[in-house]
């Protein structure tokens, strides 16, 4: 079976950094899109950058300059490192792979509060 799980989510003061992590297991990590995806309160789940296969990032504007989407594929896993955060960075973080079908993790909090 496939399993997406995330990790290094909590708890921080504006400002400062945090890297989440994505293990997955039962697929080739190589053939995916990976991404992050975060929900906050009563909003819908949002892109916040995506890595494909090739190394290609995308970054929703409002993350850029200041999160960084990495992958490696020889330890099936993909990364989120979030500098300068913000309380609007606020919502549970979601790991994602995608070719044929689409597979999630089932997230971890990340609250930036002071």
């Known amino acids: 079976q496939v399993q997406l799980v995330e990790s290094g989510g909590g708890l921080v003061q504006p400002g400062g950094s945090l890297r989440l992590s994505c293990a997955g297991s039962?697929?080739?990590?190589?053939?995916?899109?990976m991404g992050w995806y975060r929900q906050g309160p009563g909003q819908q789940r949002d892109l916040v950058a995506t890595?494909?296969?090739?190394?290609?990032?995308v970054y929703t504007d409002s993350v850029k300059g200041r999160f960084t989407i990495s992958r490696d594929n020889a330890k099936n896993a993909v990364y989120l490192q979030m500098n300068s955060l913000k309380p609007d960075d606020t919502a549970v973080y979601y790991c994602?792979?995608?070719?044929?079908?689409?597979?999630w993790g089932q997230g971890t909090q990340v609250t930036v509060s002071s």
């Open positions: 039962g697929i080739i990590f190589s053939d995916y899109v």
């Open positions: 994602r792979a995608a070719r044929f079908l689409e597979y």
């Open positions: 890595v494909s296969s090739t190394g290609r990032t």
